[in-house]
């Protein structure tokens, strides 16, 4: 008798327990950001700020500001909606960081080709490679935290000299300008990463 009268006891106590528990997650759950608005910063075309729901964030831009007509090795960042498809770390750095899409450790031989006559124009390359490229694998922590934005490429396609390699990474002190690139500072990196997915859409508005 005492065994059946703790059993019907404990298991109401126990759903109570999970409804509790499962309440708190989604309660805890970051909400994904649907889409991040990047406009240029007062008095420098070269600086920019990221709206980012409740949070606006300082940023590094091109340093040839914001340009609907990007060109390969104009340095300006491509006035576009973009998505993120994926990223890499640098796990001899940091533990890998949670995110809502594929995160890659960089290795020693991952490169980027940035050779516009290249049939490897704005991919992933392995190192040693022939072709004009840079190297992920850096001395500086620009790429620590790198992800990757589908300006001209799949699915949209990919044209010659519309510009390559531009990535969301981790700025240098200061905010000096950067590529073509968007770059924040490493909280803000980390901020972010959690709240973005592959449905985010990052805004870059002239």
Known sequence: MNGGTTSRTI??????????????????????????????????????????????????????????????????????????????FRADRLLRPPARYPLRAIRSDDGWCDAPDNPNYNRHVRLPFSGSHETMMRDDRLYDICLVLDWNRPPKGRSRNRGSAIFLHIAKAGFPPTEGCIAVEPEAMRWLLPRIGPETIVRIDR
């Open 11 to 88: 298991a109401p106590r126990c759903e109570c327990l999970s409804k509790i528990v499962n309440k708190k997650r989604r309660r805890t759950e970051i909400p994904v950001i649907s889409t991040i608005l990047v406009k240029r910063a007062p008095g420098d075309i070269r600086r920019g700020l990221l709206d980012a729901g409740d949070r606006v964030i300082p940023c590094a831009l091109g340093r040839g500001g914001i340009r609907a007509l990007k060109r390969e090795g104009d340095g300006a960042t491509p006035a576009a909606s973009m998505r993120i498809t994926g990223g890499y």
